[in-house]
């Protein structure tokens, strides 16, 4: 059975895999199509596309977008078949980039205040492809031996509490479905367990996403219990959405994430793309 993956990250966010060797690891473990998704951000794709097109793998080209939901909790809407060069989505994403790019500066001010040397510059260089967010403060930090774990440096600086941490602007859920809609894209929601809202307030968000127009859910995760899976399932046939799967993979920053496999159990069949490509097509009439 050819089996696909439709949620992949690159070093165009925060992977470890540039978009052509992500296309070329899918080549090797025989995935059929992958989808690349980086985090707001869609730099990685024209490279993806363009390896795939010599592989013979299918590259769908997305996003994951960010977006405040309820004014607070962020949760992650994926953009899946959305035109890379959409005027639209490529100038409010390098809006997005410039906002952060400031915020960056001021995460790197903070860390200057308490006596911690962080060079935007050394960051920069480090990760010259990459959107940066907090998880590279992280990682920098760690390895410049400033901290002993990228988590001590959420737990001590940069989570939503901590004196690094400076907020950021979010789009909200109307403008991105908006956004990947008139990019020609289907919106699902990411990963929706890992939002941990609780099952009522879970199946209220899936209501209110789906009335501004949300397509799909990601029913198939790396880190899904079956009991999850199903859960999904159940919420994406009683709004009348369509499924999606993937993996969320990473490379080496999450090195238990397999591309196409997840943790081990994760298995994607193609028929979910197709299925997905129906729902567009529909959509489209
Ligand atoms: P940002 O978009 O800049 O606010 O940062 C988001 C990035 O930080 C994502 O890659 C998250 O996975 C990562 N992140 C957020 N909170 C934590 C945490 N407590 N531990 C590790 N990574 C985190
Ligand atoms: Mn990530
Ligand atoms: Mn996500
Ligand atoms: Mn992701």
Known sequence: MRQIDLHVHTTASDGTFSPAEVVELANKNHLAAIAITDHDCIAGVDEAVLTGTRLGVEVISGAELSCS??????????????????????????????????????????????????????????????????????????????????????????????????????????????????????????HPVRYHMGNDTLAECVRNLTRLGLDGLEALYSTYTASEESQIRRLAKENHLVISGGSDFHGNNKPFIALGKGTGHLSIPYDILDNLKSHLKMGRL
């Open 69 to 190: 939901y309820d004014g607070r909790k962020e949760i992650h809407i994926l953009g899946l078949f959305i035109d890379p060069h959409d005027i639209s989505l490529t100038s409010r994403l390098t809006e997005l980039k410039e906002i952060r790019d400031q915020r960056n500066e001021r995460i790197a001010e903070r860390f200057h205040e308490i006596g911690i040397p962080v060079s935007m510059d050394e960051l920069k260089a480090m990760y010259p492809d990459a959107v940066i967010t907090r998880a590279h403060f992280a990682s920098y930090l760690y390895a410049k031996g400033l901290a002993k774990s990228v988590k001590e440096v959420f737990d001590r600086y940069l989570n939503d509490n901590g004196p690094c941490y400076v907020p950021r602007e979010k789009l909200n859920p109307k403008d991105t479905i908006r956004l990947i809609h008139n990019a020609g894209g289907l919106a699902i929601l990411a």
